[in-house]
């Protein structure tokens, strides 16, 4: 391809893990890979502990905001390669057509922003959901996706949406 893959991470409120994947991708995709985010009934904000986890850890989000899906089903919006669900809710939602004929796949992640208990709880739950989704993008940018066939590239991203990192000190 001449352009970087387009990949769109759903979720319902687009305002914790979509954005996280969103900027996990685009910071591991080096230059490969185009991340974007949206939910169905987004927030309109994105989540502070999900862009305090981001700032924290150096990973850029300085465009991430909260989007509906739409934008991306309207005329002129990017081609999509990969439409990701991390959520349940969004996984079975119907969703708008997509242009092109992207490859979908649903990776779902406990919601940090449901996360109740002290602030220590909230913020290890949006650590978890990062590490999970970490894990997971940067087995799908280990992919040699242009090599593979579509019916085994569905395969790679069915069981990557199944990984999860090795527990902590493994």
């Known amino acids: 391809m001449d352009r970087p893959f387009n990949v769109l991470f759903l979720c319902t409120g687009n305002s914790a893990r979509s954005i996280l994947a969103e900027s996990l991708l685009n910071h591991w995709g080096r230059g490969r890979f185009r991340g974007f985010s949206a939910g169905s009934f987004p927030t309109g ?4 502990h999900a862009a305090a986890l981001l700032e924290s850890l150096r990973i850029p989000a300085r ?3 909260s989007k509906s899906w739409d934008e991306f089903a309207a005329p002129g919006a990017p081609e999509l390669d990969f439409v990701i669900t991390v959520c349940d809710n ?9 242009p ?8 779902g992640v406990e919601d940090p922003a449901a996360a109740t208990g002290s602030e220590l709880d909230v913020t290890n739950a949006f650590r978890r959901a990062f590490e999970v989704l970490e894990h997971r993008v940067k087995a799908f940018t280990g992919l040699p996706i242009a090599s593979l066939e579509q019916l085994t590239l569905q395969q ?3 069981q990557i949406g199944h990984s ?5 000190g493994a």
């Open 45 to 48: 904000r994105v989540n502070p």
């Open 63 to 65: 465009d991430a905001r």
């Open 90 to 98: 969004a996984a079975g939602e119907v969703c708008p057509i997509w």
């Open 100 to 107: 092109g004929r992207p490859v979908t796949a649903h990776w």
């Open 156 to 158: 790679h991203m069915d």
């Open 164 to 168: 999860q990192p090795p527990a902590a």
